[in-house]
Each structure stands twice: as structure tokens, then as C-alpha cells.
């Protein structure tokens, strides 16, 4: 396995010999609007896509796997660049949006799938808490299985909740992809996790690999790289946890 992340939510993940590329947002930065009333007044995304980073070897990916259609996570410019023939994974009420950018294989994971020796298995998830969560839509996360690669959990948009907790119970991943930076709006909670939620994490699942990314790149996501490094430590945790810069590359065997 191995798992290259771009930038924000967006990875390119090498899995059974198959290249994912997961929650596609491939625009330059400052194009789109800044979410309003929060501190950072910077507009979206905040930084442009790592260099050297050659876009057409995303564009050769396999496969496109999506937890959600939010603009900081599938964007018109990868729906422009992306090959239209490329088979797509997404949740059940994403298709029609998908379709209509137009994608010719397009399938919502309702439960789970087989696809080239991989089970992609959906996962729930709260992005966010009360009205905002609700406002917010459906999300969904995956787990990853292959007799060949250790068990992958790609948390997608949620906070610590239950549907987090009971698929690591049920699916004891060795890996953890979550979507930290504690994105907030002017008012509510966080819809996305913070150190606290890292930390419940870590400690409902000891032994595997926990990597949080979704920071830094957009304007609503107030919590650091270094926030986030200087937390973990002070709870003896830091050795768990690999948060990657944009575009360095993990590679993880079974």
C-alpha cells in the first residue's frame, strides 16, 4: 500500500496494484470563494497542488473513489480534467451528480463491492453535530480490504461519533486515514475532527497507524499540522500518528 497525499482530502492510494484517487479537488488556489465569517479570510483552496506533482498521473488513476460531492472534495475542475470512462465509486445519493458531470460508470457502494481482488466496503459517519451536521448532507467513509495489502479506513467528513467507532470495532483497521483541521463555520461545532476527536481514535483502535490530513488547505479548517503534532505528544501519542505534508508519499506492507 501505498498512500500519497496530495493536498486537503485528496490522496492518490496505490491498493492491491490498483491506483485510487480519492475525493479529487484539483483546482489552483484562491479560485473559489472563502467560506464566510470565520477567521481566515483567504480564498479557497488556500494553497495551490504540491510541486513536482505531474496532474496527468492522477489523471491515469484506476479508479475514483468519492465520500462526498462537497466543492473542497470533488471540484469542477476534476470534473473537467478527470477521463469520463474511469470507473467511479460513490455514495448511493451522489450518483446523478456524478452522471451529470458526465460519467459513464458510475456506481454507488451501497453496502460493499468486489472490484479487482478489492472489497470497498461504505462506512456512516456526522459531518457535524445538530442542524449544521444534518444541513451538511450524507456522508460516507470506506474500509479497503485485500488478502495482499493491510485493512485501510478512509474516515471521510465526520467528527468521532458512533458509526467511527463501530467501524473500527467491527473492521480492526491497521490504517486510519481521518479528515482533521476542525473545519468549523461562524457558529456550531466542528463538522470536521479535531485533536480530541484524533485522539479518541488513536486510543479505540492502539494499534494501528493513524494518519489525519484536511488541514491547512481550506479557509474554515482551524486546526494545524503543528497544533495537531504538539497535542498528540503531550498525550503520548505521537508515534501513532504519521501527518503527512502535501504530496510526501507513505508506503505501508503487510
Known sequence: MEIQFIRH??????????????????????????????PNKGRNPLVDLPLPLHLSSLLKSDAILLTHTHRDHFDEEAAH???????????????????NK????CEGISDSIHWEGIEIRRTGGQHGTCLIGKKMGPVSGYIL????????????DSIWCPEVETAIKENQPDVIICNAGGARFATGDPITMDEKDIEQVCLAAP???????????????????????????????????????????????K
Open 145 to 156: 480490504k485485500s488478502e495482499e495489502e493491510e485493512t485501510l479506513y478512509i474516515v471521510g
Open 102 to 105: 458526465g460519467f459513464n460508470h
Open 9 to 38: 482530502a485528496t490522496l492518490l492510494l496505490t491498493y492491491n496494484q490498483k491506483k485510487f484517487l480519492i475525493d479529487p479537488m484539483l483546482s489552483t488556489s484562491g479560485v473559489m470563494d472563502s467560506v464566510p465569517l470565520v
Open 207 to 253: 494499534a494501528a497507524k493513524i494518519i489525519p490530513i484536511h488541514m491547512e488547505s481550506w479557509n474554515h479548517c482551524r486546526l494545524t499540522r503543528n497544533e495537531l503534532r504538539n497535542y498528540m505528544k503531550e498525550k503520548g501519542l505521537e508515534k501513532q500518528i504519521i501527518i503527512p505534508e502535501d504530496g510526501e508519499k507513505i508506503s505501508l506492507w
Open 81 to 99: 480534467q478527470i477521463p469520463k470512462d474511469i470507473p467511479f465509486f460513490c455514495q448511493p445519493p451522489d450518483i446523478t451528480v456524478i452522471q
